[in-house]
């Protein structure tokens, strides 16, 4: 069972900012956050992870709070190509592992024009 | 070039058929996995395969098998095909970063 609780759904503006929030309360020390998405009738897509500090590159960036039992995907600048579901997922390490990813329900984020 | 690609993109056959699905990545990664997405848009994991040793979840049932030729191959067989089977296939791949990369799926449809 996937360990994080999402909206279902969210509007966005085009242009603005697209804050999705993702609940993870029982994240173990050892288990960093991702972020994934999933453009309709394509594969899923990996945006960022983080452990415990913020991260940023050229898609989005992430805000993990200083307990982590949160975080918030921002994506600065929304555009009607970002509409698509979105998946916060917990899992340990970054480095390897076999173990796959366990996906929720997502938050479908849709950009209005 | 395309990372992870999948064959065929859609398969249309008849239930209790044999079908396999191909997966290649150009990565150069060591891990490589199946998922299945069922018409309520539930991803799930059913296999993960490295030179090594195959993770299999458990609620997969015996009929569908992954086989790996190579390193960059994970196949995946499935024999006597149900109704239940229907959804949309997805391959992916990773190395020691953890980050998957996915390839475009393969719709399975079973009549």
């Known amino acids: 069972d996937a360990k994080t609780t999402q909206p279902t759904s969210m509007d966005c503006a085009e242009g603005r900012a697209a804050n999705l929030p993702c609940n993870h309360s029982t994240i173990s020390g050892n288990e960093y956050v991702y972020w994934y998405r999933q453009i309709h009738s394509q594969g899923p897509q990996y945006i960022i992870h983080g452990l415990k500090n913020n991260e940023t590159n050229e898609m989005a960036s992430l805000i993990i709070t200083e307990d982590r039992k949160s975080s918030t995907l921002i994506l600065p600048h929304a555009t009607l190509r970002d509409t698509a579901v979105y998946y916060c997922?917990?899992?340990?390490?970054?480095?390897?592992?076999?173990?796959?990813?366990?996906f929720g329900k997502g938050t479908h984020l849709i950009i209005q024009p | 070039d395309t990372a992870v690609s999948q064959t065929p993109k859609y398969l249309v056959t008849q239930m209790g058929n044999d079908k396999s699905i191909k997966c290649e990545q150009n990565l150069g990664h060591d891990t490589m996995y199946w998922y299945k997405q069922d018409s309520k848009k539930f991803l799930k994991i059913m296999f993960s395969y490295n030179n090594k040793e195959l993770i299999i979840n458990e609620t997969v049932p015996n009929r569908f098998s992954p086989k790996s030729p190579d390193k960059a191959h994970l196949n995946l067989h499935i024999n006597s095909l149900e109704l239940g089977d229907s959804a949309v296939y997805f391959c992916a791949s990773s190395q020691a970063s953890g980050r998957e990369f996915f390839g475009p799926g393969t719709r399975l449809t079973v009549l």
């Open positions: 997922i917990v899992r340990p390490h970054s480095g390897g592992g076999a173990d796959g990813l366990t």
